[in-house]
């Protein structure tokens, strides 16, 4: 086929479980130029193959399930390289070269069931990704600048780690949908970054160490969210804070602890799957009737009875699966056989002893799964379903008037029953006695609350009534509910001594003990000093200080975050410092005076957009067939040659040179070369500029280093059989 010139027409191949293994990858790759996609899932390879090099248009490479320990090769000179899977390898950290992720089409990444120990370094870089998968690693941690540029990722899994936290730059991911966390030891991870990702839409945290300690308060922002997943954690509850979650579809609460559910679930009218298996649920709320999408609900090992499962459970029409296997049934609401669309029946290991007799009446149910309950007796079917049962059977009426009819006599009219005549004088009798009796009760119950007010009285002798002092106006004030959990922790100001803050990325960061005192010129602290007074109460004193060089941002925040711990504590006031205008009382914080260190330690909370370098480079065009070749030459006048034309690229400039002997066809493939080179590379930014020889714009000499003003007469000197 080779030979034939097929192979640069090929656009994909798919070398799933062939045999690589050695020298076995077949050569003829290299030719497959036009090559768009490629699979070599378990084909044994333990290198990138060099032929890979030669795909310069390849775009989604798959080399699942191999023996890979390292990524160096051609895998870095694919520059149209957009999907990457190398899952289930045994890649290294250290065997993953960082040029590979400065592939600018690079947007999906699969890394996942590897040996990775720690994210890669460069991975910062792949600032296009918009999928990244690390899950079924040995990580450890998050590097804080990992998500200081990969804004745009939609899919992020770090699921099977070993991770304990997530850095504070988590809440930069404002376009991610999906995050993946599942099996990792997040026991002090508090989440405080989940309510700023408005857009996630799915979020797993199963078998994460969440309790109701560890979850945020409210979840209103995240209006995408739909499918969530905390099962095996060490929930009691249901969090108060999935109940705001109104688009949610798909909720998973298994293997948790809970015991019951709050009669506010009816505000997930769009919920679609709910699992509840294996926790400590005694019954369900009636509110759950009122789920007319939900189709499948589990709520298998459980300590469910009969009670327990709402009556009106026959209102959900869409219901497909009903799963409750494992409880304490003797029976079923016969609402449960009212759900028409209900198509799977799982009722296994109960203490059942009958069934309702409308589960005949099931025309959609597939399966019906009844094994474990040892005393169940099915109820008998109905006659209409019973073989040989009813007239309709043998298509004949039997009825004593149908005969005579059919033996020509004469039939009777049906007498109807004449109607009994009420007596009102015995309803009036009634409805007294009816009066009377409801009359007793409520003396009863009255007199009751009597003598129990009486009680109480008498066992409190002393009791007394004080005056009731009225609040001051700033006391009756109403605060407005804010949670600071967010900021700071449950501990801060509640121990003598000084805590200080520093602002990174708007929010304060604690300082270390022994770097009190020390000052960014660029930077902003909160300090906050707690000491006891006399009565035995705690006093808090709050200051703000606001480098020489510090942003607009950090100083807005600093200040916002100070009235924030005064709100959390209860403070008077807040203190604004700047440097070199700082108190007496403020310098006396410290057991020396404070150091002023040039320089920021922590970056802007702002993001900051560099202007692209370009490297200055001069290109000799020559003719090769119907095609050119531009070889680069040094940026100097001595390289030109009048019978050729040159490019010379300064990134938003690009001047054309044409020799006086130069081709015409040349002239214009170059022009048409360097047209593409606008387009593709500087987003149609640059300026192309062409005019004949000696009339050149001093720009252009000045760029090649002539400055002579007398004007360059370039010489013939480039071999001709130069090729």
């Known amino acids: 086929m080779a030979n034939t010139g097929l192979l640069p027409f090929v656009r994909g191949v798919d070398f799933t479980c062939n045999d690589f293994s050695g020298d076995k990858f077949p050569e003829a790759i290299r030719y497959m130029t036009g090559l768009q996609w490629l699979r070599l899932d378990k084909t044994n390879l333990t290198d990138i193959p060099e032929e890979l090099g030669k795909l310069m248009k390849l775009e989604n490479l798959s080399i699942k399930k191999n023996n890979l320990e390292k990524l160096f090769g051609e895998l870095t000179e694919l520059k149209c390289l957009r999907s ?84 504070p730059q988590t809440r930069r991911l404002a376009n991610l949908q999906t995050l993946i966390l599942n099996d990792n030891p997040l026991g002090l991870f508090q989440l405080r970054q989940l309510p700023s990702l408005q857009s996630l839409e799915t979020l797993h945290m199963r078998n994460t160490q969440r309790t109701l300690a560890n979850l945020p308060t409210s979840l209103d922002t995240l209006c995408n969210l739909s499918d969530v997943d905390l099962s095996k954690n060490a929930l009691t509850k249901v969090p108060d804070a999935l109940y705001s979650l109104q688009s949610l579809k798909r909720l998973n609460l298994s293997d948790n602890e809970i015991t019951e559910v709050s009669s506010a679930m ?59 296997a494992n409880n304490l049934l003797e029976m079923i609401p016969e609402g449960l056989c009212r759900c028409g669309a209900l198509k799977k029946l799982n009722l296994s290991c109960n203490k059942l002893i009958t069934l309702p007799d409308a589960i005949h009446l099931m025309s959609d149910l597939e399966s019906l799964q009844l094994h474990g309950n040892p005393d169940l007796v099915m109820p008998p079917k109905p006659v209409e379903q019973q073989r040989g049962a009813g007239l309709q059977y043998y298509n004949v009426d039997f009825s004593l008037q149908a005969q005579l009819q059919l033996a020509g006599a004469t039939t009777a009219e049906p007498t109807t029953p004449t109607s009994v005549k009420s007596d009102p004088l015995a309803r009036k009798l009634r409805l007294r006695r009816r009066a009377e009796a409801e009359q007793r009760g409520s003396a009863l119950i009255l007199r009751g609350m009597r003598e129990q007010a009486s009680a109480q009285l008498d066992a409190a002798p002393d009791l007394h009534y004080s005056e009731l002092k009225p609040k001051r106006w700033d006391e009756s004030l109403e605060k407005p509910p804010l949670d600071y959990s967010e900021f700071f922790d449950e501990e801060t100001g509640q121990t003598p001594g000084l ?68 709100n959390l504590l209860g403070a008077k006031r807040t203190q604004r410092h700047e440097q070199g205008d700082e108190t007496p009382d403020f310098l006396a914080l410290f057991p020396t005076p404070p150091v002023y260190i040039a320089g920021s330690r922590t970056p802007s909370g702002f993001f900051t957009v560099d202007d692209p370098h370009y490297v200055t480079r001069l290109y000799r065009v020559h003719g090769a067939g119907s095609t050119i070749h531009l070889e680069p030459v040094p940026v100097a006048a001595r390289s030109l040659d009048p019978r050729y034309v040159f490019v010379l690229d300064t990134g938003l400039l690009i001047y054309l040179w044409n020799g006086k002997k130069a081709k015409n066809t040349l002239k214009s493939k170059a022009r048409l070369f360097a047209e593409k080179i606008n387009k593709v590379e500087r987003k149609n930014k640059a300026e192309l500029i062409a005019e004949p020889p000696g009339k050149e714009p001093q720009s252009f000499w000045k760029t090649l280093g002539y400055e002579d003003p007398e004007p360059y007469v370039p010489e013939e000197h480039v071999d001709p059989e130069w090729t």
């Open 84 to 167: 990457l899977n190398v899952r289930h390898n045994n890649v290294k950290t250290s065997g993953i070269p960082a040029e590979l992720f400065r592939l600018e089409e690079l947007t999906t990444l699969d890394l996942s069931h590897n040996r990775l120990k720690e994210v890669p370094e460069g991975l910062e870089k792949a600032k296009s990704l918009l999928v990244l998968n690390l899950s079924h690693n040995k990580i450890e941690s998050i590097p804080p600048t990992l998500f200081v540029q990969l804004t745009d990722l939609l899919f992020l899994d770090l699921s099977n780690n070993l991770l304990e936290t997530l850095p």
């Open 266 to 324: 009816d505000i997930w009218q769009n919920l679609q799957c709910l699992n509840l298996s294996r926790n400590k649920l005694t019954a369900l709320p009636a509110s759950l009737c009122k789920l007319q999408n939900l189709r499948r609900l589990h709520v298998d090992d459980n300590q469910l009875d009969f009670e327990g499962i709402p009556s009106g459970i026959g209102k959900l029409g869409s219901l497909e699966v009903f799963s409750a």
């Open 499 to 566: 805590q200080v803050w520093e602002i990174e990325n708007f929010i304060p960061a604690p300082v270390d003990e022994v770097a009190h005192g020390k000052f960014f010129e660029g930077d902003c602290y909160i300090i906050l000093k707690t000491s006891i007074q006399e009565q035995g109460q705690l006093a808090w004193d709050i200051h703000f200080w606001i480098g020489s060089k510090a942003t607009l941002d950090k100083g807005a925040c600093a200040a916002m975050h100070a009235v924030n711990l005064r």
